[in-house]
C-alpha cells in the first residue's frame, strides 16, 4: 500500500478511532484479542506473532510516527478501532 493512502488513513484512524504505539502496547492488545491490524515500519526490530493482518510500511519509524502525529519513532501502529477509515477493507482487499 502507498505511503499516501497510509498516512491519510492514518489521519482518519488518529482523529476517530483507536490505536496502540509501540511494541509493547501491541503485544497487550494481541493478548487481549484487541488488535485489529499492525502496521510495522520498516526497521522495527520485532514483529509480534499475532492472527491479524500485518501491514509492512515503507519506511521508518520516524515517518511513521509523523504520519500519526508523534514527534518520536514508532515502531507498531495497533489498530483497535479503525473509525472512519477504510484501512482493514483495503488491507483485505489487496
Known amino acids: ?3 499516501e493512502i497510509v498516512a491519510r488513513e492514518l489521519k482518519k484512524i488518529m482523529k476517530s478511532g483507536k490505536v496502540y504505539l509501540g511494541i509493547k502496547q501491541a503485544r497487550k492488545a494481541i ?3 484487541e488488535a485489529k491490524l499492525l502496521i510495522v515500519a520498516s ?3 520485532e ?3 499475532a492472527d491479524v493482518p500485518v501491514l509492512k510500511f515503507d519506511g521508518d519509524g520516524f515517518e511513521l510516527g509523523a ?3 508523534k514527534p518520536f519513532s ?3 501502529v ?3 478501532s479503525e473509525g472512519e477509515s477504510k484501512i ?3 488491507v483485505k482487499e489487496g
Do not use: R
Open 78 to 80: 495497533t489498530i483497535i
Open 43 to 45: 526497521n522495527a526490530l
Open 67 to 69: 504520519m500519526c502525529g
Open 31 to 33: 493478548e487481549k484479542g
Open 47 to 49: 514483529v509480534p506473532k
Open 1 to 3: 500500500m502507498e505511503k
Open 88 to 90: 482493514l477493507g483495503m
Open 74 to 76: 514508532v515502531s507498531i
